[in-house]
């Protein structure tokens, strides 16, 4: 039998298509399910007649692969990539090669990349982004690993992933061991937070000005002519002009507003937690989807308190302009929050994360693809060393030209009662990068009274830690630990 280029496990629609896609690009493909009827309906249908091969063991995924072996598994995120790296790696030689193409935490990757090194063998855990349409077509890939590994799949890689200008690649190596799911998870960060600050959009489109889905649809349609253009402005446009067939409302006003999540979201705002990053708009983003997801409470609350009952009485189109504006800002800061995050994270885990790159594999395939990434990877071309997007010119300039209305924007959401967390909070965090002076001198004031944390003296040398007794009271025992 003839040995095939890459094996891979796991056929639900992101495995299928990213198998079609391999193979459409000339690639040769086994095929292994738990479950092996999968594979069976599989090959009978959309692999009918293609160079792709169904097995039905893992001994025979990988008696068919070519050396070093290539295993790319797609299957749920935790214990079952684990499971499955337990039934690999003993039928694997020297250099074979483990990739987990899934969701996964960051730190399960950096443990199981030491683990499968340590049995001699090569791991990868690659972010893949564009849902099952771009694993089709061409997704984002964003891998990390073992960097030995790179050279033997970054042909196949490339090949499958989206273009951009150019026909360059959205896929390039970013790091060892977890860096790839890391960036991964930064994308699946600002994602939560892109798609909230559309719905605050729409909100107060709705809400305030009272337009109609259809009216937004065409709104969104402008917008995506032009700065914003981007995929997400993209789908909203078309969700909000979508009628449902049973009742002939619009399809956006028969779907509970209860939004889910998987994860990527909470992880994101845990890094930046853990890292000591200030990523607000991203978090304000997860907790909007917790408080969407408490409906009942909602309802019985909505019953007994009462908001501020303004009627909007400006000038509309003049607030369209103003609210796409907001939008554009806060979406700047949003990523800006992101860039820190990484960076912060390249510093912690001793990455070389190349940020105009990663722009790059932003720019196609994936979910957050927007014409403004571009102006992310010229930044970073122009200064590698850029500390936040906020003081590259461009930026810089955007948000000189915005915000103004961006203020009035928020404040109008405040007059009306309509909740805005990611304009508001991105808002606050430029308000806060921009400041000399905060008022955390009170803050570590506050400290050192109770927990004699102690605090430095913006007339002394940084570094040197002093105690006051307030009180007349306390003695001279301080705190032995201090972090900013």
């Given at each position: 039998m003839e040995q095939q280029d890459i094996g891979l496990i796991g056929l639900a629609v992101m495995g299928e298509n990213l198998v079609l896609n391999m193979e459409s690009h000339g690639f040769t493909v086994a095929v292994f399910n738990r479950t092996t009827s999968k594979v069976d309906a599989f090959m009978a249908g959309r692999a009918k007649g293609k160079n792709i091969i169904g097995c039905h063991s893992i001994e025979e995924l990988v008696a068919s692969l070519k050396r070093p072996r290539k295993i790319f598994m797609l299957v749920k995120a935790g214990q079952p990539v684990d499971d499955f790296i337990e039934l690999l790696w003993p039928h694997l030689e020297e250099g074979d090669i483990i990739i987990d193409g899934g969701n996964s935490h960051f730190p399960d990757t950096i443990r199981r990349t030491a683990?499968?090194?340590?049995?001699?063998?090569?791991?990868?855990?690659?972010?893949?982004?564009g849902g099952e349409e771009g694993a089709l077509k061409g997704p984002s890939i964003m891998p990390g690993g073992s960097a030995a590994a790179w050279p033997h799949v970054k042909d196949i890689f490339q090949s499958i992933s989206a273009k951009v200008e150019g026909g360059v690649p959205c896929c390039e190596w970013l790091g060892d061991n977890g860096a790839g799911h890391f960036v991964k998870m930064v994308h699946n960060g600002i994602e939560y937070g892109d798609m909230q600050m559309i719905c605050e959009a729409y909100s107060l489109m709705r809400n305030v000005l009272g337009m109609t889905p259809q009216e937004i649809s065409e709104v969104f349609s402008e917008w995506n002519e032009g700065e914003l253009d981007s995929y997400l402005i993209e789908i909203s446009r078309d969700i909000l002009a979508k009628v449902d067939d049973e009742t002939g409302q619009p399809m956006v006003d028969v779907i509970m507003d209860r939004a889910g999540q998987k994860g990527t979201g909470r992880w994101t705002s845990l890094a930046a937690?853990?890292?000591?990053?200030?990523?607000?708009?991203?978090?304000?983003?997860?907790?909007?989807?917790?408080?969407?997801?408490?409906?009942d409470e909602r309802l019985a609350a909505s019953e007994k308190l009462a908001g501020p009952g303004t009627t909007f009485s400006g000038d509309k189109a003049k607030f369209l302009t103003m609210l796409q504006k907001a939008l554009y800002a806060s979406k700047i800061c949003s990523y800006a929050q992101g860039y820190q995050l990484m960076r912060a994270a390249a510093e912690e885990y001793k990455w070389e994360l190349k940020y105009g790159d990663i722009a790059l594999l932003w720019r196609g395939g994936c979910i957050i693809r927007a014409q403004f990434l571009g102006k992310i990877k010229e930044a970073f071309d122009k200064d590698p060393g850029l500390q936040n997007l906020l003081l590259d010119d461009y930026f810089k300039s955007a948000i000189e030209n915005s915000q103004l209305a961006w203020r009035k924007v928020v404040a109008t959401a405040v007059e009306h009662g309509v909740p805005v967390p990611a304009f508001s909070s991105a808002l606050a965090y430029f308000d806060g990068y921009r400041s000399a002076v905060l008022p955390a001198s009170l803050l570590q004031a506050q400290r050192d009274y109770f927990g004699a944390h102690t605090y430095e003296r913006l007339d002394k040398p940084r570094g040197e830690f002093f105690h006051t007794n307030w009180t007349g009271r306390g003695g001279d025992t301080v705190s032995t630990t201090y972090n900013v």
């Open positions: 683990y499968v090194e340590s049995k001699g063998l090569l791991y990868i855990g690659t972010g893949v982004s937690l853990n890292l000591g990053v200030p990523a607000q708009t991203i978090a304000e983003a997860v907790f909007a989807r917790a408080l969407s997801a408490i409906k």
